[in-house]
């Protein structure tokens, strides 16, 4: 069975400061997605990471992709209040029939 | 940009009573999705679509849960006899292919159970 871990589960961080949400997944893929979801919103993509050492960046966040370590992490520069949401990470796999994994997600929340 | 498109938004039932929702995929994707979130936890795969017939189906997705595509745009989710452990936020999902492109989701349908 596929599984997906992000950690930590829940980050509190003051803003202007550094962090890294890491998501680890226990098989074999060369693709991966982080989302964003607001309270009662719907999932909103941020990345989409396709082959080993992609790295991708949007303002303050930034993805990367490590395929042998099955190591996918999102660091969170200068942190600002707008950044606090759930972050999920989500492995696309074609032998899982080519549907989303996602893990647990990362409650960010941001104080001023 | 364009969206993926769910109604109802939010709907109240009756336990044991039977549950539509709709989506509209974007209009050129051919590969649509169903996938749920329980308040508070994280977002679980029903099942896929492909080619007018069910790709993969999770084990949730059991005997009471039914999809259809009925014409060129709607992509339905069917519960048959809801109980209230189906309450949750279900949301609808479509790409283009399964290259790498991303997987855009609906705004999502919150479902009570009462």
């Known amino acids: 069975e596929l599984k997906v871990e992000q950690n930590p589960l829940f980050l509190s961080m003051q803003e202007g400061k550094n962090y890294t949400i890491y998501c680890n997944y226990s098989?074999?893929?060369?693709?991966l997605y982080w989302y964003r979801q607001d309270p009662g919103k719907s999932l909103e993509s941020l990345f989409v990471l396709l082959s080993n050492g992609a790295v991708k960046q949007e303002g303050r966040l930034m993805a990367s992709l490590d395929t042998k370590a099955r190591l996918s992490t999102l660091h969170i520069t200068a942190a600002v209040h707008d950044l606090s949401a759930t972050y999920f990470c989500?492995?696309?796999?074609?032998?899982?029939?080519?549907?989303?994994?996602f893990g647990a997600g990362t409650i960010l929340r941001v104080k001023s | 940009e364009p969206e993926v498109t769910q109604t109802p938004s939010h709907q109240v039932t009756q336990m044991g009573q039977e549950v539509i929702l709709r989506c509209v995929p974007i209009?050129?994707?051919?590969?649509f999705y169903w996938y749920r979130q329980i308040l508070g936890q994280k977002v679980e795969f029903l099942v896929s679509f492909y080619n007018n017939e069910i790709s993969e189906k999770s084990e949730i997705f059991d005997d009471q849960f039914s999809v259809e595509r009925p014409d060129g745009s709607n992509f339905t989710l069917k519960i048959r006899s809801t109980k209230l452990e189906d309450s949750a936020m279900y949301f609808c999902?479509?790409?283009?292919?399964?290259?790498?492109?991303?997987?855009?989701f609906g705004e999502g349908s919150w479902l009570t159970v009462v």
């Open positions: 098989t074999t893929s060369d693709r």
């Open positions: 999902a479509s790409r283009w292919d399964i290259s790498g492109n991303t997987i855009y």
């Open positions: 989500a492995v696309d796999i074609m032998e899982y029939g080519n549907k989303l994994v």
């Open positions: 209009s050129n994707h051919l590969y």
